[in-house]
C-alpha cells in the first residue's frame, strides 16, 4: 500500500530482500509523496476520472488497459532516484482561440509558472485568435518527486492592462501527470481556458493550443512538431481537447467530511505546564500540547478545518466544500494535518494523499466519480516525541520522504457532486449523519505478534541494543497515552561474530513482542488485495522464467519454452478462478462497492482473453507480452486505498535513540485462514534490512543500513491467535516477569544505600519493581519461583567466534618529578585503561587457543619511539602520551603484545568453555562503572554499580487474557530518602508505568546445525575504487552470526576469486522445513582495500541460499547477482550458495573443495565451476583517442593490456602519440580457457598504461567489457563461417529495408521514396535479360543534358521541404519527380551502429566510481572477437586481423551544411537566444561565424555551410557548438553535438557522402559524391572482400557470381508516377551515363548511408544529457587524392521579395450603429476601417465618416503596407524589436493574414471595435459584386478552397466583405459590409504604378475622389454652425422660433414698461405746463 494513499507502507522502508524484485539492498525508500508546496496541481495524472456510469457487466476491457498502461508509466517515475536530478520542462505555446474580452481590442500573450520559474511569449496586437509558435523552456535539478508535484499554470493574459485585471484565463495541471503520459508529454493538444470565478458558471475563457513534455535522465525526445499554418483552420477543437475521451468539462464539488482525529502527536512545549508545576499545581489537569486542524488541497486550491485546542483526538464533524473543474487534470488530493501556532508559522504534523485515479474510474461503462471513505487515513512523518528544538526529521512530517514514525489518522469522506459549484466552503454535519457513521467503525480486538530470530551487521555498541515494535500508537515507549504492552525486546549488547560485524546472541530464547489492539475490520479489503496481490506475483515469477529459457536460446527445446507458456497461462487462470471475497461487514463503504464490481467484471474479461490467446497465440514472444500486459492489469486492480490499520514500524534503540527503521504494511502481515488471502509474510520467517532516517530531504537513504533483522510478524483476530505458533514448528512462546536487584559499591561492600535507583527496579531503573509488587494478571498463573537468570550478552562468550586474538599488556614505568632517569624503578603491568594486569609471563593460554608462532613482542606499529615507549606527565590521563620524552614526563609505558590462535572448533570445546565460564559466575551479578552503562561478566576495580536479573515464569490459563501486571505499593524506605528532584522523578516514572507487560520469548528446544559453503568465482565491472580506475577488491560474506572475507584481488575491477568459504556449525532454529521455505539472505558486500584509510565500500549484493536437506542430487550452478551501490548499479557477481543441513552428518562427508597454490584458501569445486574449453581472444588494437593528461602529464606512449581472468596481453608501445596515436602492430591476441556456456562467459579489461622514463608505467584509462558473450563470433575457418561468408557475398541487403526502419521519420507527413525507387534487382545466372522480361530503353538524350538547365523554381530547400513532409514549401517538388533525401529524427550513428562496424569506441575512465569522482579520460578503438579453438590442432585456426594494416595519417575535406536549429534552449532574460555557429576539431577552432549571428530566435534558419580541411585520426572529432551571443558580457554555450569524421570515413555504410536512389548530373539532386559511382562500387567491393568487378558494356556488370543488368532496374516503374510527360522527360534528360546509374543501382542494394539530413541533438555540460535543441544537418567528408570535389550546394536561405499591398476602402454599408446622439437620440456611429498585416505593429486607418445614420460610410481611402514575402514559402518576413531596449530586431515568418476591422470613433472613451474579419492572402475568401448579396456565409468559404482564390497570382480583387462580431462563436453575427480594392504590387510594380497613402500625391492607380459624404458627416464640436444647421435645428426648429419670439416679446414689454413711466412724466409735465399762464 502506497504513501500516497491513505497513509500505507509505501515501498517498505528498509526493504525486503527475501523479494526477488527487490532491488537496491531489497528495495529502498520509495513511495514518499510530495514536498511542502506540492498542491497536487492539476493533470489528469491516470486519466482523471469519468462520469458515473452504470458498473453492471463490463464488457470491455479497453479502459482496462488504459489503467494498466497509465501503471506502467507511473512506475517509470517511481523508479526514478529519490535525488536531484535533472529535468526539463518544454511548453509549445502554439495558437489560442475564441478568447473573450474586448473582441478584437487585446493584445494577448501566454504566460507558464511552475516551481519558481516563469516565462511569457511575445503578445500578439488585436487578436482574439494569436498564433505565438514559441517554445518556453524550463531548467530544474530537484528530486523528481518534488517536480512532479509542482503545478504548470498556463495563463491568457491581455498585455494591454495591468496584471491586476490582465487574465483572460488559464489552465493548471501538474508536472507529473506530463510525465506519466507516453513519451512524457502531449502533442498539439487543445486546452480549455477558465478562471477560478466561472466555475461555478460554466464559462469558457478560450482555448489554448500547446505541445507539453518532460525530459529526465535518459530519455531522448524528439522535437514538438511544427507548427502547420496550412491545416490550423480546419483543426477540430473538441476532438484534440486535452481531457478523458467522451467527457465533458462540468463543475463540481468535493465534499470532504472531516469527522475526527486519534493519536496526533504533541507539537507545543510544555512551558505553562513547567511553570505550573514549578509553583506546585501539579494536581491540575495535564492538557494535550497539540491544536489540531486538517488542511485539504487539490489543483492549488486549500481549504482548512476549524482548529480543536487542546486535544490530541479532536472531533470536528465538519464538512468541507471544494469548487473544481471535473474531470479536472488533477491526480492528488492532499491532506495535510496541521498544529495551529499563535505565534509563528503553524507546524506540519502529517501529510498523506488520495490518488485520485485509485478512488476512481474513468468510463461510461461501469466507471464512477471519487469517492471515499468514510474510512481512516494514516499519517507518517518524524518520530512522536517531541523536542523543543528544530526537529531534524522534520521534512518527513510533509511528506517529502517516507514518513518513519506513525503521526495519527483521521476519519475523513470525500463524495463528489457534479454540476454545480458550493455556495459556501464550510458547514458543520448534523449529529444523526455522524452519529451513523461512527457505528460503521466498530472496533475488533487484534493481536499483533513480532518473533526476533536474528539481528546482525549490527555497529558495535557499548551499550545495549533493543528493538521497538509499533502499529499506530501501540507499543510506542514514548507516548504516554499508549496503553502497556510488550513491544520492546531485552536490551542486548551486540557481540563479534568473529569476522567483521556484530550480532545479538539470543540463541535458542527469541525475543517476542505481543501487542493486543483494537481495529476495525479490513478483513475485506485486506484480502481482496492480497488475492490479487498473490496471483500478480505468482504470474511476475512465471513470465521470469519463461524469459530466462528465452535466454538460454539453442540449449532450451522449444517444446520446453511452448510447456512453460501453457503452464503460466494454466496457473493464471487458476488464480482468476479463486473467488474474491464477499462484502459482508457493517463499514462496507461505496468504493468498496464500485470497485468490487471493477475487479469483477474485469476478471471475467481476463479471463476471456487468456483463452483465447491460448488458442490464437503462434509466437512465445507475443503470449509473452500479453501475459505482461495481465500482469500490470491485476497490479492495477491491486490497490486498496481504505485499510485503516496501520503499518507496523520496528525501530533499533540505543541509548534511548531511534537509530534505524523498518516499515512494513498492515496487508503483508494479516493473516487470513484462506492461503491466497494471506499477507506474503504473514507468520513466515523473513530478512529485512533496517534503514537510517534521513536527516537531509536531498540525501540518498539507499546505503545508510542500520542493522539485519531476521522475524516473523503476525496480525490477525483475537480469536485467531492460535495459529501464530503454528507459524513457528519448534518453537513455545513462554512468559517471564522481570525485575533487576540494583547495588552500589561503598568502597569495602556492595550494598543499597545511596544507589542512584530504586534497589528493584525495572531494566531503566525508572520504576520500582519488587518482587512482591508484582501481582498475577486476571487470567494468567506463576510457574515456579523467582531465578536468576543472566542476559543473553552477558553469558555470550565474545571469542567463541574469533579465530585470532592479539593479547596485550602495557609495561609501565613511573617516576617522580626528582627523578633524572628511569632506572632503578619498578616495572608494573596494566591493561589499556589502566587496571592492574599480568606480566607476560603470567598470561597463560586459554584452552581451545595455542599461542602463534613467536614470542611476546614490543608493538612499534604506533607513535612511539625506537623502543615502543610512550610518554606522559599525567599518570591519571591515558590521553596524554606522547612519542617523545619531555622533562616533565614522570610517566612511561610499551604495548606488548603476542598472537594466538584457535586450535580446534568442535562444537565439544566450546560447550566446555562456554560452561566454564557460566561456572565463575555463581551469582548472576553483571558489573559496570554506573547504571545504564556497559555491563561486564567480569568484577573489576574500577566498576561501582551492579546489578542481576530475576525471572519468574507465568503460564496462561486463558490464552486470550492480556498479560498486563498491576503493581501493589511500591514506596519503599529507600524512596522515602530520595531527594525531592529524584522523588519528581519516580513519581513521573511511576506515572508512566502504573502497568507492565511481561518478557516475552520464542523458546526453542531444538537447535539445527548448517553449513554454508560460499562459492565465490568471479566479479565484473565492478566500481572502481582508486584513482587509476581499478580496485583491489575482496568481499565479505556474512550470514546469520557470521561473516568471513575472501583474499584480496590487486588491481582490478574484474575479480576472479575462484574461492570456497564455508560457514561451519550455524545455529537455525526452527523446523529444518521452515528453513527450506524461506531460508535466512546471504549477504556479500565488496569493498577495495586501501593501504592509507578506510577501506570502502563497492557495493553489495543479496542471495537466498539453495538448501539441502539431503543428498545433492545435481550440482549446485552459478548465477549472475547484481550489485548496487547507492542508486548505482555497481557491478555483477557470479556465486552459487548452498546451506546444508548437517544434524547427524559428519563435515567429511561432504566434497573437500581443491586447495589453492598458495594452500591459503579453497578453490570453487570443479562439480561448481564452468566448463572450460580453449578460446580465443583476438583484438583489433587500432589506436587511442582525447587521451586526457594524467598526473599533468600527457599521454605520449600509450599501450594496450588486455586482461581476461588469469590471463594477459600487452601490446607494443606506441611512438608518440601526439603525432599518430594509432598502434602499429594492430593485432593482438592471446589463447584462454574460457566458460563453454556462454552465460559464464568472463569479463574482459581494456587497460591503456603509459610508458614513462625511469621504467614506470601507470594505468591511466580502464574499460571493462562486461561479457564477451557479444563478441563471440564462428571459428575462422569453420562451416558455419563459410556460411556467414556466403550469405555476405550475396549482399542481399535491399533499400527498402532502410526505408522502413523506425528511425526515418519525417515530423509531417512521411516520404515515400518508393514513388521515385528504381525496381528490385533481378539476379540471374550469366545472361543479362532472362527469358520472358521485358526491358525498356531511356531516351537517348538521357546523360547528355547540360546541367546548368536545372529549372529555377526548385532549389534545395523545395527539397529539403518535401524530406521533411511539408508540402507547402516544397512547391510542388515530387510531383515533379524529383528526389528527396532521407529524413532522420536522431543522429544518424543510431542507425548504422554508431559507424562502428570496422572498429568500436571503448570509452576509458578513471577515478573512484565508487565515489563518483569517475570520469572519461580518453577512448580505445579497436575491436575484440572470441571464437572456439580447434582443441586437437589450435595452432590451425587462422587470426581475423592478421592482414589488417595500420593507415597512416590522412588529409579530408569536409563539408559542413547546417539548414537549421529547431526548439533552442533560451540563454537570455527575453526568453530568446542570438545563436550563431561555430566548428571545433578536437581543441582546434575552425569556424568561428560570430558575425552572422541571428538576433532573438530559438529556431533559427542557419543555412550555412562550412568547408576545411582535417587531419585523422588527430582531428577526428568535430564539435558543431551552438552559441548564444551577448552584448557586453561573454557569450552563452547553448548547446554542441558532436561528430566522429575518423568513423565515417572508416564505416563500411559509405558514410562519407550519402548515396541517392538515382544518378542525376542535373537539377536539385545532382551526384555530389567525389568518385562516380562506378568507382565507388570497385572501392566498395574490394573492401569487403568479394572479388572484382567485371563489367559487360556499360549496362552489364557481375559481382560475386551475380550478374546485375540495367534493364533489370529500369522498368517501366521509372517515373511513371510523375504524371506530366513533359516532367518525365525532363527528370530522364537530368540522368547520367548507363554504367553509373547501373553502378549506383548496384550500391543500393548494400547496406549504405543514404543522401539524407539528420536531426541533432545539443547537449550542454551543466544540463546533463538533457537536449538544449536540435539542428537539422549533413556532412559530406572527401578524402584528399582521390579525386576532384564537386561544387557545393548552395542552401543560402530564400530571399524575401519586397511586395505591397494596396487597399482601396470604397465603402461601408449596413454598419451597426453603436451609439445615440446626445441631442435627438439618433442611432449614428462615427465609422472609420481598421487595417493591419498581423505581425506588423503599426495598423492603418481610414479618416471618419461621422453621423453615419443608416451604417453607410464612405472613404475613397487608401491604405499601403509595404511588407516582404517569401513565395515559395507563402510566408512573410517580419523583422522588428520586441521592445525599445532591444539592440536587434526579431525576425518571423507569418502566414499573410490581413485583418480588417470596423471601428466606432468616441471624443471621451476608447473607440469600440464593430466588427472585424480575417484574410489569408494566399487564400482569400472571393467577394460578392453588391452589398445585398453580402452575407455571414462568405466567411465560411474560406475553409473551401474553391471558394478562395490566392491574393498573390490574382494581383487584384475588388468586391464587398462582411465584417463580424463573434467569429469564432458559435452565433457569428454581421455587424457591417465593406466595399474595397486590393492590390498587390512587386517593388517593381509599385514603381511603375506609383500611388501615395489616402488621398495624396500621387494619386494614382486609382485616382481617388473626395468621397461625397451627405452634409451630416461632421464632428460634432468641432462644426458648430453644421451642428446647428443639421441637429439642433432639425430637432429643435419651432422651438427655437417660439423661444426668438417670446424673446422678443418679452423685449417688447420689457422695454415698453421701462420706458412708460418716463413718457407719462413727460406727457404730465406737458399737460401741465399747457394748463399753466
Known amino acids: 500500500q502506497d504513501t500516497e494513499d491513505t497513509g500505507g507502507g509505501g515501498g517498505d522502508m528498509g526493504g525486503d530482500p527475501d523479494d526477488p524484485d527487490g532491488g537496491d539492498m531489497g528495495g529502498g525508500m520509495d513511495g514518499e509523496g510530495g514536498d511542502e508546496g506540492g498542491d497536487g496541481g492539476e493533470g489528469d495524472g ?67 509558472s511552475c516551481n519558481g520559474k516563469s516565462k511569457s511569449t511575445a503578445s500578439v496586437k488585436s487578436s482574439t485568435n494569436p498564433v505565438w509558435d514559441e517554445t518556453l523552456v524550463y531548467n530544474f535539478k530537484v528530486r523528481p518527486k518534488e517536480l512532479f508535484d509542482s503545478v504548470v499554470v498556463m495563463k491568457v493574459v491581455n498585455s494591454k492592462f495591468s496584471m491586476k485585471d490582465s487574465l483572460i484565463g488559464n489552465f493548471k495541471l501538474d508536472v507529473g501527470a506530463i510525465y506519466d503520459e507516453p513519451e512524457h508529454g502531449f502533442l498539439q493538444k487543445w486546452v480549455l481556458l477558465t478562471t477560478d470565478k466561472d466555475i461555478g458558471s460554466g464559462g469558457t475563457k478560450g482555448y489554448l493550443k500547446i505541445s507539453v513534455g518532460v525530459v529526465g535522465p535518459g530519455d531522448d525526445p524528439k522535437p514538438f512538431p511544427a507548427y502547420d499554418s496550412s491545416s490550423a483552420h480546419i483543426d477540430d477543437i473538441d476532438a484534440n481537447l486535452l481531457r478523458p475521451s467522451g467527457v465533458r468539462l462540468q463543475p463540481a464539488t468535493f465534499k470532504i467530511r472531516v469527522f475526527r482525529a486519534e ?111 468514510p474510512a481512516w487515513i494514516n499519517f507518517y512523518g518524524s518520530t512522536r516525541e517531541y523536542k523543543d528544538f528544530s526537529d531534524q526529521y522534520d521534512h518527513l512530517n510533509k511528506g517529502v520522504q517516507e514518513g518513519v514514525a506513525f503521526r495519527g489518522r483521521v476519519l475523513l469522506q470525500l463524495n463528489t457532486e457534479l454540476g454545480k459549484y458550493p455556495s459556501k466552503q464550510r458547514e458543520d454535519i448534523p449529529a444523526i449523519e455522524h452519529r451513523s457513521i461512527l457505528k460503521t467503525q466498530r472496533r475488533f480486538k487484534h493481536r499483533l505478534f513480532v518473533a526476533f530470530f536474528h539481528a546482525t551487521q549490527v555497529k558495535p555498541h557499548s551499550n545495549g541494543v533493543e528493538f521497538e515494535v509499533s502499529m499506530g500508537s501501540y507499543g510506542y515507549r514514548e507516548d504516554p497515552n499508549a496503553p502497556p504492552s510488550s513491544s520492546i525486546t531485552q536490551d542486548t549488547k551486540p557481540v563479534s561474530d568473529g569476522g567483521h560485524y556484530h550480532f545479538l546472541p539470543w540463541d535458542d530464547k527469541k525475543p517476542c513482542c505481543v501487542i493486543p489492539c483494537q481495529w476495525e475490520d479490513n478483513t475485506y479489503r485486506i484480502e481482496s488485495l492480497n488475492i490479487l496481490l498473490h496471483i500478480a506475483d505468482e504470474l511476475e515469477k512465471k513470465i521470469k522464467g519463461v524469459k530466462d529459457l528465452l535466454r538460454e536460446g539453442k540449449d532450451v527445446s522449444p517444446d520446453k519454452v511452448a510447456q512453460a507458456v501453457i503452464n503460466m497461462l494454466e496457473n493464471l487462470v487458476s488464480g482468476l478462478n479463486e473467488p474474491l471475497p464477499v462484502m459482508s461487514f457493517d463499514g462496507a463503504t461505496e468504493l468498496d462497492i464500485l470497485w ?261 613482542n614490543v608493538d612499534t606499529n604506533r607513535m612511539v619511539d625506537q623502543d615502543g615507549w610512550e610518554y606522559s606527565n599525567d599518570p591519571e590521563s591515558r590521553d596524554s602520551f606522547q612519542p617523545m620524552e619531555r622533562g616533565d614526563s614522570t610517566m612511561k609505558r610499551r604495548r606488548i603484545v603476542r598472537l594466538r590462535i584457535r586450535a580446534i572448533e568442535s562444537p565439544e570445546l566450546k560447550a566446555k568453555v562456554k560452561a566454564a565460564q557460566k561456572n565463575k559466575e555463581t551469582q548472576g551479578w553483571e558489573f559496570s562503572i554506573f547504571h545504564g552503562g556497559p555491563y561486564y561478566r567480569i568484577e573489576k576495580r574500577k566498576y561501582v554499580f551492579r546489578r542481576r536479573r530475576w525471572l519468574r515464569k507465568m503460564v496462561a490459563n486463558d490464552k486470550s487474557a492480556p498479560c498486563i501486571f498491576k503493581f501493589k505499593g511500591t514506596d519503599t524506605d529507600d524512596d522515602k530518602k530520595k531527594s525531592k528532584k529524584d522523588k519528581k522523578a519516580h513519581k513521573k516514572a511511576k506515572k508512566k508505568a502504573l502497568l507492565q507487560s511481561p518478557r516475552m520469548y520464542m523458546h526453542f528446544v531444538k537447535e539445527h546445525k548448517w553449513i554454508l559453503r560460499a562459492y565465490i568465482y568471479q566479479a565484473r565491472a565492478l566500481l572502481s575504487g582508486d584513482k587509476s580506475g581499478l580496485a583491489d577488491p575482496y568481499a565479505i560474506i556474512s550470514f546469520v552470526n557470521k561473516s568471513k572475507k575472501t583474499h584480496t584481488i590487486k588491481s582490478s575491477v574484474c575479480p576472479t576469486w575462484d574461492e570456497t568459504v564455508d560457514f561451519k556449525d550455524i545455529p537455525i532454529f526452527g523446523e529444518p522445513e521452515t528453513t527450506l521455505g524461506r531460508p535466512p539472505l546471504v549477504v556479500v558486500e565488496f569493498f577495495d582495500k586501501d593501504l592509507i584509510g578506510k577501506n570502502e565500500l563497492m557495493g553489495r549484493t543479496f542471495a537466498t541460499p539453495e538448501v539441502r536437506l539431503g543428498a545433492a542430487t545435481e550440482p549446485t550452478r552459478l548465477k549472475w547477482y547484481t550489485i548496487f551501490h547507492q542508486s548505482l548499479e555497481g557491478g555483477e557477481l557470479l556465486a552459487a550458495f548452498e546451506l546444508i543441513l548437517m544434524d547427524g552428518k559428519n563435515e567429511h562427508e561432504l566434497e573437500i573443495p581443491p586447495l589453492s597454490k598458495d594452500a591459503k584458501h579453497h578453490l570453487v569445486p570443479f562439480s561448481v565451476r564452468p566448463k572450460l574449453v580453449p578460446m580465443r581472444v583476438e583484438a583489433l588494437a587500432w589506436g587511442v583517442r582525447d587521451m586526457k593528461k594524467f598526473e599533468l602529464i600527457s599521454v605520449e606512449h600509450p599501450l594496450l593490456r588486455l586482461v581476461c581472468g588469469n590471463y594477459l596481453r600487452e601490446s607494443d608501445p606506441i611512438e608518440k602519440c601526439s603525432d599518430n596515436p594509432n598502434f602499429s602492430n594492430p593485432c593482438l591476441h592471446m589463447d584462454c580457457m574460457l566458460p563453454k ?336 559511382p562506378s568507382a565507388l562500387l570497385e572501392k566498395y567491393v574490394k573492401a569487403e572482400g568479394h572479388g572484382d568487378v567485371q563489367w559487360t558494356g556499360n549496362t552489364q556488370v557481375l559481382i560475386s557470381g551475380i550478374t546485375y543488368c540495367l534493364d533489370d532496374f529500369e522498368g517501366d516503374e521509372l517515373f511513371s508516377k510523375v504524371k506530366d510527360k513533359d516532367e518525365r522527360k525532363n527528370r530522364k534528360r537530368e540522368l547520367g551515363g548507363p554504367k553509373q546509374r547501373l553502378a549506383l543501382y548496384v550500391l543500393n542494394q548494400f547496406e549504405h548511408c543514404p543522401d539524407h539530413i539528420e536531426q541533432r541533438k545539443l547537449v550542454n555540460p551543466i544540463q546533463g544529457e538533457l537536449p538544449q535543441g536540435y539542428i537539422d544537418m549533413f556532412v559530406d567528408i572527401f578524402p584528399k587524392g582521390e579525386g576532384s570535389m564537386p561544387p557545393p550546394i548552395d542552401i543560402t536561405p530564400r530571399k524575401p521579395q519586397d511586395m505591397f499591398l494596396r487597399i482601396v476602402v470604397w465603402n461601408t454599408k449596413d454598419v451597426i450603429l453603436d451609439e445615440r446622439a446626445i441631442i435627438g437620440g439618433d442611432r449614428m456611429s462615427d465609422i472609420y476601417v481598421k487595417a493591419f498585416l498581423r505581425g506588423q505593429d503599426k495598423s492603418k486607418k481610414t479618416d471618419v465618416h461621422y453621423r453615419s445614420m443608416d451604417g453607410q460610410g464612405m472613404f475613397n481611402w487608401r491604405l499601403v ?192 414698461a421701462y420706458s412708460t413711466p418716463n413718457y407719462i412724466v413727460q406727457f404730465a409735465a406737458t399737460f401741465l405746463a399747457s394748463k399753466t399762464p
Open 596 to 856: 468490487g464490481k471493477y475487479r469483477e467484471g474485469e476478471v471475467v474479461v481476463l479471463k476471456d482473453e487468456i483463452y483465447a490467446l491460448r488458442q490464437n497465440a503462434t509466437e512465445v514472444e507475443e503470449a509473452v507480452e500479453e501475459c505482461v500486459g495481465f500482469l500490470n492489469r491485476i497490479r492495477a486492480m491491486a490497490v486498496e486505498t481504505q485499510i485503516s490499520i496501520p503499518d507496523l514500524i520496528i525501530w533499533m534503540i540505543h541509548d534511548n535513540d531511534r537509530v534505524a527503521v523498518a516499515r512494513i504494511p498492515a496487508s503483508e502481515i494479516f493473516y487470513s485462514p484462506n492461503p491466497m488471502a494471506k499477507g506474503l509474510y504473514c507468520g513466515k520467517v523473513h530478512t529485512r534490512f533496517l534503514k537510517q532516517p534521513v536527516k537531509d530531504a536531498n540525501t540518498d537513504a539507499s546505503d545508510r543500513v542500520g542493522s539485519q533483522i531476521r522475524f516473523a510478524a503476525w496480525i490477525g483476530r483475537e480469536e485467531q491467535t492460535d495459529n501464530w505458533e503454528e507459524c513457528i514448528p519448534g518453537g513455545t512462546v513462554v512468559t517471564f516477569a522481570e525485575t533487576y536487584e540494583n547495588q552500589i559499591f561503598h568502597g569495602f561492600s556492595w550494598g543499597t544505600t545511596f544507589c542512584p535507583v530504586p534497589d528493584w527496579s525495572d531494566n531503566y531503573g525508572e520504576m520500582t519493581m519488587t518482587k512482591e509488587s508484582f501481582e498475577t494478571p486476571k487470567g494468567w498463573r506463576w510457574d515456579g519461583d523467582w531465578f536468576i537468570a543472566s542476559a543473553d550478552d552477558i553469558d555470550y562468550d565474545p571469542e567463541l567466534k574469533m579465530r585470532e586474538i592479539q593479547e596485550e599488556t602495557y609495561e609501565v614505568v613511573q617516576r617522580s618529578e626528582d627523578d633524572q632517569d628511569w632506572e632503578n624503578i619498578k616495572v608494573t603491568f596494566e591493561d589499556d585503561s589502566g587496571m592492574e594486569y599480568q606480566a607476560p609471563q603470567d598470561i597463560k593460554c586459554p584452552d581451545g587457543w595455542v599461542w602463534k608462532d613467536g614470542d611476546w
Open 46 to 112: 491516470e486519466g482523471g476520472t469519468g462520469a458515473m456510469g452504470d458498473s453492471k457487466g463490463l464488457k470491455s476491457s479497453k479502459s482496462a488497459k488504459s489503467r494498466a498502461a497509465k501503471y506502467k508509466n507511473r512506475q517509470a517515475r517511481d523508479n526514478l532516484p529519490n535525488k536531484e536530478l535533472d529535468f526539463q520542462l518544454r511548453i509549445h505555446c502554439i495558437e489560442a482561440r475564441r478568447l473573450a474580452g474586448g473582441g478584437g481590442s487585446i493584445s494577448p500573450c501566454c504566460t507558464v
Open 1237 to 1572: 556456456e556462454q552465460i559464464y562467459m568472463p569479463p574482459l579489461e581494456i587497460q591503456i598504461l603509459d610508458k614513462r622514463p625511469f621504467g614506470r608505467t601507470p594505468i591511466v584509462g580502464v574499460h571493462t567489457i562486461k561479457s564477451l558473450e557479444a563478441f563471440v563470433v564462428p571459428t575462422p575457418g569453420s562451416k558455419e563461417a563459410e556460411e556467414i561468408a556466403k550469405q555476405a557475398l550475396r549482399a542481399l541487403s535491399p533499400r527498402a529495408s532502410l526505408s522502413q526502419d523506425n528511425s526515418v521519420t519525417s515530423p509531417k507527413k512521411p516520404v515515400e521514396p518508393e514513388t521515385l525507387s528504381p525496381a528490385k534487382p533481378k539476379p540471374k545466372g550469366d545472361t543479362a535479360v532472362a527469358e520472358g522480361d521485358e526491358a525498356i530503353t531511356v531516351d537517348s538524350e538521357v546523360g547528355t543534358q547540360d546541367p546548368d538547365t536545372q529549372e529555377d523554381e526548385f532549389d534545395f530547400w523545395s527539397r529539403y521541404y518535401s524530406t521533411i513532409g511539408d508540402e507547402k514549401k516544397s512547391t510542388g517538388f515530387l510531383e515533379k519527380g524529383f528526389e528527396p533525401m532521407t529524413y532522420y529524427d536522431k543522429e544518424i550513428e543510431h542507425r548504422f551502429k554508431h559507424f562502428r562496424d570496422r572498429t568500436k569506441d571503448f570509452l576509458l575512465s578513471r577515478g573512484k566510481a565508487a565515489e563518483r569522482d569517475a570520469e572519461a579520460c580518453g577512448l580505445f578503438k579497436g575491436d575484440v572477437k572470441v571464437y572456439y579453438l580447434n582443441e586437437e590442432d589450435q595452432d590451425s585456426v587462422p587470426l581475423l586481423y592478421k592482414d589488417v594494416t595500420q593507415s597512416g595519417l590522412q588529409e579530408v575535406t569536409v563539408r559542413v551544411y547546417i539548414i537549421k536549429g529547431k526548439n533552442l534552449a533560451p540563454q537570455d532574460p527575453n526568453g530568446k537566444s542570438d545563436p550563431y555557429i561555430k566548428i571545433m576539431l578536437g581543441e582546434e577552432e575552425v569556424i568561428d561565424d560570430k558575425e552572422h549571428y541571428i538576433p532573438n530566435n530559438l529556431n533559427p534558419l542557419f543555412g550555412k555551410m562550412f568547408e576545411f580541411d582535417a587531419r585523422l585520426p588527430q582531428q577526428h572529432e568535430m564539435k558543431i557548438v551552438i552559441m548564444d551571443h551577448d552584448f557586453g558580457s561573454a557569450d552563452d554555450l547553448i548547446g554542441h553535438t558532436i561528430i566522429d569524421l575518423e568513423n565515417r570515413l572508416l564505416s563500411k555504410y559509405m558514410a562519407t557522402c550519402g548515396l541517392p536512389l538515382n544518378y542525376f548530373v542535373a537539377g536539385p539532386s545532382k551526384w555530389r559524391h567525389h568518385l562516380v
Open 263 to 373: 493519536d496526533v502527536p504533541q507539537m507545543d512545549a510544555a512551558f505553562m505546564q513547567s511553570i505550573k508545576t514549578l509553583f506546585g499545581k501539579e494536581g491540575d489537569e495535564q492538557k494535550d500540547l497539540v491544536d489540531p486542524y486538517v488542511q485539504v488541497s487539490y489543483a492549488g486550491h486549500k481549504i482548512s478545518s476549524g482548529v480543536k485546542f487542546t486535544t490530541c483526538n479532536p472531533e470536528w464533524n465538519e464538512q468541507i466544500n471544494m469548487g473544481v473543474r471535473f474531470p479536472s487534470m488533477c491526480e492528488r488530493v492532499r491532506v495535510r494535518l496541521y498544529d495551529y501556532d499563535r505565534v509563528g508559522r503553524d507546524d506540519t504534523a502529517g501529510t498523506s494523499f488520495l490518488l485520485i485515479p485509485r478512488i476512481s474510474l474513468p468510463g461510461d461503462d461501469g466507471g464512477f466519480l471519487p469517492t471515499f471513505g
Open 1761 to 1952: 503596407f509595404p511588407f516582404r514575402y517569401l513565395p515559395a514559402e507563402q510566408e512573410i518576413v517580419i523583422k522588428k524589436k520586441e521592445h525599445f531596449w532591444n539592440i536587434e530586431g526579431t525576425e518571423k515568418r507569418l502566414d499573410p493574414i490581413l485583418v480588417l476591422q470596423v471601428w466606432d470613433n468616441d471624443l471621451f472613451s476608447a473607440d469600440d471595435v464593430l466588427g472585424s474579419v480575417e484574410f489569408n492572402l494566399t487564400r482569400f475568401f472571393k467577394p460578392v459584386t453588391s452589398a445585398r448579396r453580402c452575407s455571414v456565409n462568405q466567411v465560411s468559404w474560406r475553409d473551401d478552397l474553391s471558394n478562395c482564390d490566392n491574393l498573390f497570382k490574382r494581383k487584384r480583387m475588388k468586391g464587398w466583405w462582411p465584417v463580424i462580431a463573434n467569429p469564432d462563436g458559435n452565433n457569428p453575427e454581421i455587424t457591417g459590409k465593406v466595399e474595397m480594392e486590393l492590390e498587390i504590387l512587386t517593388a517593381d510594380d509599385a514603381e511603375l504604378k506609383p500611388a501615395g497613402e489616402a488621398q495624396l500625391e500621387p494619386n494614382a492607380n486609382p485616382f481617388l475622389e473626395k468621397p461625397n459624404r451627405p452634409a451630416t458627416s461632421f464632428p460634432f464640436f468641432l462644426s458648430p454652425w453644421k451642428s446647428f444647421k443639421y441637429i439642433i435645428w432639425k430637432h429643435y426648429k419651432w422651438w427655437i422660433i417660439l423661444a426668438i419670439f417670446l424673446v422678443i416679446l418679452i423685449l417688447l414689454i420689457v422695454i415698453i
